[in-house]
């Protein structure tokens, strides 16, 4: 039996080539260890904020999403595919923000199979719309619920909408839209570091009236890219205590997608062998 | 013009599939019309089903998901092929059921046939090879596993696309994930299948049973002697 060397390279490079097709688990979508203080960020204080819905105006307004009428604080707007934040209340008379938190580990990213999600060389998640391809795995990963899709359920048709951080403001050395909209400075764009400073000083000036105050933002999922100032327990303003990426959400692309690959070149590696060894052992019976 | 274009792809067929039986010899039908055009049908809309998923299975090709395009080839594939199986049940459901069961029915014949399965298919070895039925043990676990992961592609497909929303978020997200693992199941052995019926020494030529439906009574006899000796006794 013969085995020709350029047959045992033509096999041996087919199956390394279908390997080497899996991405390494996505090359640039990795998150990195944890937020840099360098790394542009908002502050938003609960404590401060009047309810007065000017980002939420200033976010339609700037980003052209219809609807901007001042809405009915007894029962605030959902974030949707094309409301990009919004306010939550647990009583109408206190607020919070809400809006994409842009994660350092972001579960969205994580699940995006197009790349319309990606970090930011500033450290938010920035979002491609162009390349959504409307799967809509991102509402179903994100902790805080905040991605949203509109379109047709029966085709799959459909985009989805989310805070781009005002991407092309921010990458021009702009404030975002909504915390220059602010009038009582509840919303503050800076570098992530100071901010973080001034979150736990503005908490350490309301923990006597508010025992349950706190940074929330400062350590989840790597921190946050917006950190708040709470009077309260984060739940009390519709945040999780403990946000997790999900883990059928890594599961996916960094174990059963490289198990598949690796299945698959195995699988052609050996047929390939087989079939240089069967060539020259077996005369064909139809031939 | 026109027959000599016919033969010319008929030239290109025989060197790609290999020869078919010749018209000369003795020969048995193995599969009737609807099981070839089932069988047709279901090979390309699975190859529309793994493009189209690949988009969102690797990164690298995810433009080609944009725009949700691929997304809605992906579902007219599944219910061609959900629909035209079940169509098939429909129309033939006592012979569909003996097709399924088939794949159930393992005996002592199926242990020889593993055990001597690498000698036969590196070395050609046949003399341990134990007589098979119309499926052989190979047969069989590739029939099983179209149908264990096929329903897993069908479950876990119909849950994103009809039950989103309604189920949690982490449903969903299995969901999917076990979307992936039935793909990264049926991709190997789909690339073995048609290795098997198309490029091994051994099996040259079989390709053609699935597009006219018949076999040599000599291939049926060395391959498949149990089925062979059922069809003779009637």
């Given at each position: 039996?013969?085995?020709k060397?350029?047959?045992f390279?033509?096999?041996?490079?087919?199956a390394?080539?279908?390997?080497?097709?899996?991405?390494?688990?996505?090359?640039g979508?990795?998150?990195?260890?944890a937020?840099?203080?360098?790394?542009?960020?908002?502050?938003?204080?609960?404590?401060?904020?009047?309810?007065?819905?000017?980002?939420?105006?200033?976010?339609?307004?700037?980003?052209?999403l219809?609807?901007?009428?001042?809405p009915?604080?007894?029962?605030?707007?959902?974030?949707?595919?094309?409301?990009?934040?919004?306010?939550?209340?647990?009583?109408a008379?206190r607020?919070?923000?809400?809006a994409?938190n842009?994660?350092?580990?972001?579960?969205?990213?994580?699940?995006?199979?197009?790349?319309?999600?990606?970090?930011?060389?500033?450290?938010?998640?920035?979002?491609?719309?162009?390349?959504?391809?409307?799967?809509?795995?991102c509402?179903?990963?994100?902790?805080?619920?905040?991605?949203?899709?509109?379109?047709?359920?029966?085709?799959?048709?459909?985009?989805?909408?989310?805070?781009?951080?005002?991407?092309?403001?921010?990458?021009?050395?702009?404030?975002?839209?909504?915390?220059?909209?602010?009038p009582?400075?509840?919303?503050?764009?800076?570098?992530?570091?100071?901010?973080?400073q001034?979150c736990?000083?503005?908490v350490?000036n309301?923990k006597?009236?508010?025992?349950?105050?706190?940074v929330?933002?400062?350590?989840?999922?790597?921190?946050l890219?917006?950190l708040?100032v709470?009077?309260?327990?984060?739940?009390?303003?519709?945040?999780?205590?403990?946000p997790?990426?999900?883990?059928?959400?890594t599961?996916?692309?960094?174990?059963?997608?490289?198990?598949?690959?690796?299945?698959?070149?195995?699988?052609v590696?050996g047929?390939?062998m087989n079939?240089?060894?069967?060539?020259?052992?077996?005369?064909g019976?139809?031939? | 013009?026109?027959?000599?274009?016919g033969s010319?792809?008929?030239?290109i067929?025989?060197?790609?599939?290999?020869?078919?039986?010749?018209p000369?010899?003795?020969?048995?039908?193995?599969?009737?019309k609807?099981?070839?055009?089932?069988?047709?049908v279901?090979?390309?809309t699975?190859?529309?089903?793994f493009?189209?998923?690949?988009?969102?299975?690797?990164p690298?090709?995810?433009?080609?998901?944009?725009?949700?395009?691929?997304?809605?080839?992906?579902?007219?594939?599944?219910?061609v092929?959900?629909?035209?199986?079940?169509?098939?049940?429909m129309?033939?459901?006592?012979?569909?059921?003996?097709?399924?069961?088939?794949?159930?029915?393992?005996?002592?014949?199926?242990l020889?046939?593993?055990m001597a399965?690498?000698?036969?298919?590196?070395f050609?070895?046949?003399?341990?090879?134990?007589p098979?039925?119309?499926?052989?043990?190979g047969?069989?676990?590739?029939?099983?596993?179209?149908?264990?992961?096929?329903?897993?592609?069908?479950?876990?497909?119909?849950l994103?696309?009809?039950?989103?929303?309604?189920?949690?978020?982490?449903?969903?997200?299995?969901?999917?994930?076990?979307?992936?693992?039935?793909?990264?199941?049926?991709?190997?052995?789909?690339i073995?299948?048609?290795?098997?019926?198309?490029?091994?020494?051994?099996?040259?030529?079989?390709?053609?049973?699935?597009?006219g439906?018949?076999?040599?009574?000599?291939?049926?006899?060395?391959?498949?002697?149990?089925?062979?000796?059922?069809?003779?006794e009637g």
């Amino acid at each position: 039996m013969e085995l020709k060397r350029r047959d045992f390279l033509k096999v041996s490079s087919g199956a390394a080539g279908l390997f080497l097709l899996h991405p390494l688990s996505g090359l640039g979508k990795r998150p990195r260890a944890a937020a840099d203080s360098s790394d542009m960020a908002m502050m938003v204080d609960v404590s401060k904020c009047v309810g007065c819905w000017w980002c939420y105006a200033a976010c339609k307004q700037y980003n052209g999403l219809p609807n901007t009428v001042k809405p009915d604080p007894k029962q605030p707007p959902e974030l949707t595919q094309d409301t990009w934040t919004t306010l939550v209340t647990p009583d109408a008379e206190r607020f919070r923000k809400h809006a994409c938190n842009h994660c350092t580990d972001a579960a969205c990213v994580e699940v995006c199979p197009t790349g319309a999600l990606y970090y930011h060389d500033l450290g938010f998640v920035a979002y491609d719309s162009s390349k959504c391809s409307g799967c809509g795995y991102c509402a179903e990963a994100c902790p805080f619920g905040v991605p949203h899709l509109a379109g047709n359920k029966v085709t799959g048709i459909s985009v989805m909408g989310k805070c781009t951080f005002c991407i092309d403001r921010v990458a021009a050395g702009q404030q975002t839209a909504c915390s220059e909209a602010c009038p009582n400075d509840a919303i503050k764009f800076g570098k992530r570091g100071e901010l973080l400073q001034e979150c736990s000083d503005r908490v350490n000036n309301i923990k006597a009236d508010h025992p349950n105050a706190a940074v929330y933002g400062d350590k989840q999922l790597g921190g946050l890219h917006v950190l708040y100032v709470l009077d309260d327990k984060p739940s009390v303003y519709g945040l999780p205590e403990n946000p997790e990426v999900p883990i059928a959400a890594t599961v996916w692309q960094d174990v059963i997608q490289p198990i598949g690959w690796a299945a698959a070149a195995l699988v052609v590696a050996g047929l390939g062998m087989n079939y240089l060894v069967a060539r020259s052992r077996i005369k064909g019976d139809h031939e | 013009m026109i027959a000599n274009l016919g033969s010319k792809i008929g030239q290109i067929a025989q060197r790609l599939f290999g020869s078919p039986p010749s018209p000369d010899e003795e020969q048995i039908e193995r599969y009737p019309k609807q099981i070839r055009v089932l069988h047709w049908v279901t090979a390309a809309t699975w190859v529309m089903l793994f493009i189209t998923g690949l988009f969102l299975f690797v990164p690298q090709f995810g433009g080609g998901a944009v725009g949700g395009w691929s997304g809605l080839l992906h579902r007219i594939a599944a219910v061609v092929v959900v629909g035209w199986a079940i169509a098939y049940f429909m129309m033939k459901p006592k012979a569909a059921m003996e097709g399924i069961l088939d794949a159930f029915k393992w005996g002592k014949e199926d242990l020889g046939w593993l055990m001597a399965a690498p000698y036969y298919y590196f070395f050609g070895q046949e003399e341990k090879m134990p007589p098979q039925g119309h499926m052989n043990t190979g047969q069989k676990i590739w029939w099983l596993t179209v149908l264990g992961a096929g329903a897993l592609m069908v479950v876990t497909g119909a849950l994103m696309w009809f039950f989103k929303g309604m189920i949690s978020a982490d449903a969903f997200l299995w969901a999917s994930t076990f979307h992936s693992i039935g793909m990264a199941i049926l991709l190997p052995f789909t690339i073995l299948h048609v290795y098997l019926s198309v490029v091994h020494p051994k099996m040259r030529g079989i390709f053609w049973s699935m597009w006219g439906g018949m076999v040599s009574a000599k291939y049926a006899k060395s391959h498949h002697k149990k089925w062979y000796d059922e069809v003779k006794e009637g």
